[in-house]
């Protein structure tokens, strides 16, 4: 890119040379026919210094001006080249951070990655016992919503479950929040008592302590709620820098991506079409969202996340397994 700008530079510098030659050629052309008689005679040297005066005065002020113009341009560069490793430093102890906050996460006797991936298994166990015990899709075409509404709704409360749990303390908050997709506060009642008490039971007589019961207590608030906060500074902090060209985002983005597990992906966009994850759906420098500017989501295979299809929320996304989408 250096380089690129090196020769912008250059080649404006000839054209400014060039205009000069030109305008020294025109003054003598216009001197020689106004000032003296066209003949190969004896030279005034009178004339001649009157008019080397002017042309020098005229062309050195040129050539003054370009060399003023490349220093600063030069001085610019290097500005914006110094700027731009700060950014670059920047984002790399960003993105040790966040390597970090995946490493030490634990459950259920997991460390790092391998979370991701029970967490996953959680969140579609949720939104497949909602879908058919709580929100069933006949019970929202009754209301005049469509298949993918109907989803979505889902998707909503399966997460806000696996975001918050269902500790006493924490339920009458998520009955609130969800009332306006769960009309029927009876079907909520049966998320608690006919679906929480048998399992706690069952997960009593297995011997399992009830510390480990995620729905019971905090959910996974403590490990997501910090992890999401700072995926998504990284990507804004990238994003914002007016600096960078888009190919440049897209260039440290990438890089990002390719720390996200596809358990972390498949996550990432769960919590994207939740009301908790509606910043990524936001990207004010340009139309696109930052899921799709960014193809965050790029390397979730087909049929990974069973029938919630990120193709059909997010279909300008270049997916790398897009043949079987």
């Known amino acids: 890119m250096n380089s690129s700008k090196n020769n912008n530079y250059e080649r404006r510098a000839r054209r400014f040379i060039r205009f000069a030659i030109c305008i020294f050629i025109f003054l003598t052309l216009v001197f020689i026919f106004n000032s003296t008689e066209l003949y190969f005679g004896k030279i005034d040297p009178a004339i001649w210094g009157q008019f080397g005066d002017i042309v020098g005065g005229l062309i050195g002020t040129i050539f003054s001006l370009v060399g003023v113009y490349l220093l600063f341009e030069t001085l610019k560069e290097q500005r914006d080249t110094f700027v731009k490793q700060q ?34 298994d959680d969140f579609h166990y949720l939104f497949d016992y909602v879908g058919e015990e709580i929100y069933t899709e006949a019970k929202a075409k009754e209301s005049g919503k469509s298949s993918k509404e109907w989803q979505s709704a889902c998707i909503e409360i399966a997460y806000q479950i696996l975001f918050y749990g269902l500790e006493k303390e924490s339920f009458q908050h998520r009955k609130n929040s969800l009332k306006s997709i769960i009309t029927d506060l009876a079907l909520f009642d049966k998320l608690h008592y006919r679906y929480l008490d048998p399992l706690l039971s069952e997960l009593k007589e297995k011997g399992i302590e009830y510390d480990l019961i995620w729905l019971v207590y905090e959910g996974h608030q403590a490990r997501l709620g910090h992890y999401y906060r700072h995926l998504f500074q990284v990507v804004k902090y990238i994003d914002n ?51 799709t500017t960014y193809h965050l989501i790029k390397n979730i295979p087909a049929k990974y996340t069973g029938v919630i299809n990120p193709k059909e929320y997010y279909p300008d996304v270049d997916y790398e397994d897009k043949q079987s989408f």
């Open 241 to 291: 820098q007016q600096l960078l060209s888009d190919t440049e985002k897209y260039h440290y983005i990438k890089v990002l991506r390719a720390q996200l597990s596809t358990q972390e992906q498949a996550l990432l966009l769960y919590n994207s079409l939740s009301n908790m994850g509606s910043p990524w759906k936001v990207n004010e420098n340009r139309e696109a969202d930052l899921i």
């Open 87 to 120: 950014i670059e430093t920047r984002f790399f102890e960003l993105l040790q951070l966040h390597k970090s906050n995946v490493e030490e996460m634990e459950y259920r006797d997991k460390r790092g990655r391998a979370v991701f991936n029970i967490i996953k």
